[in-house]
Every structure is written in C-alpha cells, then in structure tokens.
C-alpha cells in the first residue's frame, strides 16, 4: 500500500499477528514492543554487528517480544539485518518511517510492503541546490528505486542508484531523499539547511554532511506507534534505542528510550537512560535486560 504526505498516518490494514513463537506473543501485559536502530546501535561503522549484540537480540527475539528494526536504512540494506537477528515473522520500519514492512519467511518475498508515504521532492531539492550548489542528492521513489545525481552511492540505499539529472528527479514521486556534501563541515551543512527554509517535510541531519528528507510528518516514531496501535501493545511496554537525530523522535515516544554512548547531546537529552557506545556493544545489556 502507498499512502501520500496527505495521509500519512493512516492506517495500516490488518495482518494476522499469531507468529508461533512463545505465550508472550498473546499476552499483551508481558510483551513489549522493542524498537532498534540500526547503524550506531546493532552495527559500528563499519556495518559490522558483534556476536555479543546479535545473540542478544536474537534472544529477544526468540523470547516473543515483538522486535521492531527501526532505521533509517531502505528496505534492501535492512533485510540482512533482519536475517541476522533472527526475525522471521514481525516488522520492521525502514526509510526513517517512510517505508514499514511485514516479515514472514512464508511469504515469497520473505516480506512484504504494508505502507509507503510519498511526497512531491521539488520544493525542498531546489531550496537545497539554492544553498548547497555542490552537493550530492539521491531520492528513493515510490518503487523502492534509487535516482541519484553526481554517480552518489551509498550502502543504506540498499540498490545501485540510477544516474540522472537534477530536473529528473524534481518530477519523482519521493519516500526519502539523501543530501550529502563532501566541500562543507558539518557545520557549514547545518547552517545551510537551516537557512534553506524547509517547509512540508520531516528532515533530520546526519553525523556529518547528510541529510535524510521525509514527508511532513513523517518519522520513526510515527510509523511505529501506527504499528504499536495495530499491535495492542501497551505504551508502558515500548522500547526503543538508538543513536542519531533521527531517533530523537523514536526515543521521546518510548516508555524506555535508550541512547548509546555516542550519541550525540540533543538525543542524549530525551533519552531515559545512556548505554555504552556502539563500539562497546553497548545495545546488549539493554537487550539482555529485556530477558530477566
């Protein structure tokens, strides 16, 4: 299903939930729904995920809590992660909530699409070239494919982008569109975007020169309480940890929002609680602590 920036929220038509795994699958006052980011919380930099964090989630998952892989990764570059926690049967929000996915290993794909929230690119992109003249932009459209200009590649896209030009991709249909900039600090990138004058867009910048662009409203934390609703699971029961500007959202929604260690300040700040940093495997006590 695609839904459009006008309704973003809408509903997410009913799926069967009985997964087979454990009675903490139907006893809404003992499961929590867990939400994990991935680059900075499951896996370093490097795109690396340690034994200690996978067993640990993989362990959650086996306990029947209802493990949701939250991130900012489209849906290609998240389905190995999907595959190393162990999750055959649940959902996962990609595109920083663009894009949410049903799993199930019976289905042919091993998933499928439920919601995809598109919006019109062309405002945002031409502010962003006024300020950002030598910038690369990259723009994941209503199929799931990648256009991109400058021969801009990246591993969260998940697909080879596509080479077009800049008047090409004002006309596509956008879930999510990438900005990156390798001739300004991180500094000088911040100031331009906050000069730029978004309007009608979700938009969250990035450890360096990087910029993810939703639709207007248009988050992690949306799509996941449309999935928390759908899964009756109490709000007191909902988790979730991450690392970037992209969780700040995500981590103010959860009973339980954990930041690592290298979180930046501002997402530290609605955090409830900080764990070690990523290169500390610091996602697997907070997972293990899920298990007592």
Avoid at 4 to 24: C, F, H, P, V, Y
Avoid at 51 to 71: L, P
Avoid at 103 to 132: H, M, Q, S, W
Avoid at 186 to 209: C, Q, R
């Amino acid at each position: 299903m695609t839904t459009t920036a006008d309704n973003a929220i809408a509903g997410i038509e009913d799926q069967q939930k009985n997964t087979g795994r454990n009675s903490l699958e139907t006893d809404s006052q003992v499961r929590k729904m867990v939400c994990l980011d991935v680059d900075g919380t499951l896996v370093n930099h490097d795109g690396h995920m340690s034994d200690a964090v996978r067993e640990a989630a993989q362990a959650v998952v086996d306990s029947g809590h209802e493990v949701v892989v939250s991130t900012g990764r489209s849906l290609n570059a998240t389905l190995p992660i999907i595959e190393l926690i162990g999750l055959t049967k649940g959902y996962a929000v990609c595109s920083n909530g663009g894009v949410t996915l049903r799993i199930d290993t019976g289905l042919e794909n091993g998933y499928e699409v439920i919601d995809r929230v598109t919006f019109e690119p062309g405002p945002a992109l031409r502010a962003l070239r006024t300020k950002l003249p030598t910038a690369k932009f990259a723009l994941e459209d209503d199929e799931g494919k990648f256009l991109s200009t400058e021969r801009f590649q990246d591993a969260s896209f998940g697909v080879e982008a596509v080479g077009v030009d800049f008047e090409t991709m004002l006309e596509a249909s956008a879930v999510r569109v990438v900005v990156f900039s390798t001739e300004n600090t991180p500094e000088e990138f911040k100031e331009a975007i906050d000069n730029a004058g978004l309007h009608g867009v979700a938009y969250s910048v990035g450890w360096t020169a990087w910029l993810d662009i939703a639709a207007n409203g248009v988050t992690k934390a949306s799509a996941l309480e449309t999935l928390r609703r759908k899964l009756k699971v109490d709000p007191a029961r909902t988790v979730a940890m991450g690392d970037g500007r992209n969780d700040i959202e995500m981590l103010d929604w959860a009973a339980r929002g954990v930041a690592m260690g290298q979180a930046p300040e501002e997402v530290i700040a609605v955090a409830h609680e900080v764990t070690g940093t990523v290169d500390e495997d610091g996602a697997a006590p907070i997972l293990r602590s899920l298990l007592a």
